[in-house]
């Protein structure tokens, strides 16, 4: 089973930018989508978005277009997430967690995904 580390979260000004990492170990970062997740205090955690294995393009929640990028780096079996213009309601703890080779839907994170990380937190705040 796949397992999967994220690190590069912290705490950052509002308007400021963080990297996160997904790093994969136990199995081929090749044949997994990995969907980012995050959950804020006294919330239901929600999807962020969704990197494929394949040409599909990147799903983003809405909230986050045009300000998070998610890519990923096989060879390295890392999956990254670019946050920029970051604002003070993306305070969460962000996850990360495998799919098969195509993304299912980020509306629904209990259905098709696994192998999920122990979080990192993201701080927004002056």
């Known amino acids: 089973q796949v397992q999967l580390v994220e690190s590069g979260g912290g705490l950052v000004q509002p308007g400021g930018s963080l990297r996160l990492s997904c790093q994969a170990s136990r199995f081929s970062l090749e044949y997994l989508s990995i969907g980012w997740f995050r959950q804020a205090p006294g919330k239901e955690r929600e999807g962020v978005s969704c990197v494929s294995s394949s040409d599909d393009s990147p799903q983003y929640a809405d909230s986050v277009k045009g300000r998070f990028t998610a890519s990923r780096d096989n060879a390295k079996s890392t999956v990254y997430l670019q946050m920029n213009s970051l604002k003070p309601e993306d305070t969460a703890v962000y996850y990360c967690?495998?799919?098969?080779?195509?993304?299912?839907?980020?509306?629904?994170?209990?259905?098709?995904?696994?192998?999920w990380g122990q979080g990192t937190q993201v701080t927004v705040s002056s």
């Open positions: 967690a495998a799919a098969g080779v195509r993304c299912p839907s980020i509306a629904t994170p209990k259905i098709g995904f696994g192998s």
